[in-house]
C-alpha cells in the first residue's frame, strides 16, 4: 500500500512557477514508478510527467516538454513537479500517483492515487 498526498499548488499568474510536492508513505513507494496526472473540468485525466524507481528515467507529455520537471527524494519519499513558465491552460487538479510498473503513462497502470492539489494559472 502507499499512500500519498499532494501540496503546493495554488493560483499564480502566467509566466509564473509552482512546484508541487507529493508525499509518500508506505513500503512499496521504494520499487514503484511515480507520475503526475491532472484534470480539468469537464475534461478526462492525462498523463503530465513521470518517473521511474530510483529515478534514472522520466518521461513527458509533449505539451509540458521544457516546462515542467518531474523529480524525486528517495530519502524523504516524496516526489516533485517543479512546473515554470506556467499557461492558462495549465490550469486543472494535479494528481500524483504510483504505479508498480517501473515506468507507465496510463491512468489504469496507476494502483494508487492522491487527492489532488489545484493549480489555477491567470492571464
Known amino acids: 500500500q502507499v499512500q500519498l498526498v499532494e501540496s503546493g499548488g495554488g493560483l499564480v499568474q502566467a509566466g509564473g512557477s509552482l512546484r508541487l510536492s507529493c508525499a509518500a508513505s508506505?513500503?512499496?513507494?521504494?520499487?514503484?514508478?511515480m507520475g503526475w496526472f491532472r484534470q480539468a473540468p469537464g475534461k478526462e485525466r492525462e498523463f503530465v510527467a513521470a518517473i521511474s524507481w530510483p529515478g534514472y528515467s522520466t518521461t513527458y507529455a509533449d505539451f509540458v516538454k521544457g516546462r515542467f520537471t518531474i523529480s524525486r527524494d528517495n530519502a524523504k519519499n516524496t516526489v516533485y513537479l517543479q512546473m515554470n513558465s506556467l499557461k492558462p491552460e495549465d490550469t486543472a487538479l494535479y494528481y500524483c500517483?504510483?504505479?508498480?510498473?517501473?515506468?507507465?503513462?496510463?491512468?489504469?497502470?496507476?494502483?494508487?492515487w492522491g487527492q489532488g492539489t489545484q493549480v489555477t494559472v491567470s492571464s
Open positions: 500517483a504510483a504505479t508498480l510498473k517501473a515506468i507507465a503513462i496510463v491512468v489504469n497502470e496507476y494502483h494508487y
Open positions: 508506505g513500503r512499496t513507494f521504494s520499487r514503484s514508478g
